[in-house]
């Protein structure tokens, strides 16, 4: 029976792994050519850490440097391209934590079901858990209301987590189970000294308490996975709308035609 405990207890862990990747699979076949920055009063097209396009408060252009005259039909167009890049690429970012935050939230939630609210192995892996978003909102410069995206193919936005950070999350979920393996351990040592028949009703009690546990979890996790979904495809919608927007701007300022920042293939 103990060992039945100890095996379930990494099973469930172990199939939460591939949910920081699978929530954000949504298939987004686009691309950012350049490189993104956003401050309240800018928005900056960057190639190769040099600004090429600049735009200030959603209606003055820059191109490499030169004010370019706009009339008001040009000017609309520059506003609504503004305030869509201004909503979408704030979304990548959201999309991409929490993508992430829906295994390791639930990971953290096992820890504490197992080894209790707030006990010091919970508040590890919590701690932990949220250096690594901090991490991850600091890979896209997010400071306030301050973002950069860099150039990058979203045609699956999991791709934004391969290398350091798939590792780093897959060591500290491993370091999870060891935690969940070391609470199942402690429950079934203790009170060393009472009887076989108490043994097996702590363990029983243990098992109904990770079968309960791991329902809950499985449902929460499938609903947020689905809900991010959708959020996905939204925003793939809203990028493609975006790049149809900025083919009209090519077409009502020709020397825009040479940054053409969001490349669809839908």
Known sequence: MAIKSV?????????LMPFYQQAY?????????????????????????????????????????REIPLSNEQQ???TSFSVGIREQVPEIVSIAIEGVDIGLKAVNEV???????NSASQQKVQAKFEELKWRIRARFNQSANNYYIA????????????GEFEQEIEAMISTSIGTILEAVGQSILANDNSSED??????????KRLTTLSKGLELEVAERAKALDEKAANFCQQLTYLDQLETKLHQAIPALKDYNLIESSN
């Open 7 to 15: 095996l379930k207890s990494s099973f469930f862990v172990l199939t």
């Open 25 to 65: 699979a949504q298939q987004c076949s686009i691309n950012l050519n350049y490189g993104v920055i956003i401050d309240p009063k800018h928005i900056r097209i960057v190639d190769k850490a040099k600004t090429q396009v600049q735009i200030n408060n959603a209606t003055q252009l820059f191109i490499k440097g």
């Open 76 to 78: 609309q167009l520059l």
């Open 111 to 117: 820890v504490a079901g197992l080894t209790g609210e």
């Open 151 to 162: 150039p990058q193919d979203l045609n699956n936005l999991d791709e934004m987590f391969t």
């Open 198 to 207: 108490d043994g097996e009703t702590r363990i029983t009690t243990f098992d």
